[in-house]
């Protein structure tokens, strides 16, 4: 499939961090971005896509910053790229077989889908419908499972002194 823009990878690293706050608190942008070792302006970028997006909020103010729309269970994987990379199809046929000296002088040759076109197509709904059935919860679940503990208590205590 199409590759996916490194803002994606920003997105599904804050989304999981913000998955981790405590109920009625927020995290800013800066703070997100300095444990991802990000610039500011590029994640605030996706933060603001992922506002947009409905999926966090973005609390105003000094005391400002971030936290989720929603419940993790209720933000697939598939809400998260889409609010980075955009819902459009990642394979576009130019019906290129109409062109060249193979092209079909008969227009009726072509009333039918490119076979190609029809397997990119069925291939990134395969993948779409993958990423819709991941939810962040399952990222969470992961993270509590995967992460070493030195690694969870270190983000836990910039986390901690971080929040607001």
Not at 106 to 115: E, I
Not at 122 to 131: D, F, I
């Amino acid at each position: 499939m199409r590759r996916m823009s490194d803002g994606v990878e920003a997105a599904l690293h804050s989304a999981l961090v913000l998955a981790g706050l405590p109920r009625g608190k927020v995290l800013a942008g800066k703070s997100l971005a300095e444990l991802h070792g990000v610039s500011g302006s590029y994640l605030l970028k996706h933060l603001r896509a992922l506002a947009a997006a409905s999926l966090i909020e973005a609390v105003p103010g000094p005391r400002g910053g971030y936290r989720l729309a929603r419940a993790p269970e209720r933000i697939t994987l598939l809400d998260l790229v889409e609010a980075i990379d955009g819902p459009e199809p990642a394979f576009v046929c130019r019906e290129i077989r109409r062109r060249g000296p193979g092209k079909a002088k008969d227009p009726c040759v072509y009333k039918t889908d490119c076979f190609i076109k029809t397997r990119m197509l069925a291939a990134e709904q395969a993948w779409r419908s993958a990423l819709r059935g991941q939810t962040l919860q399952d990222l969470v679940t992961d993270g509590e499972r995967l992460i070493d503990e030195h690694n969870k208590a270190a983000v836990a205590r910039f986390v901690a002194a971080e929040q607001r």
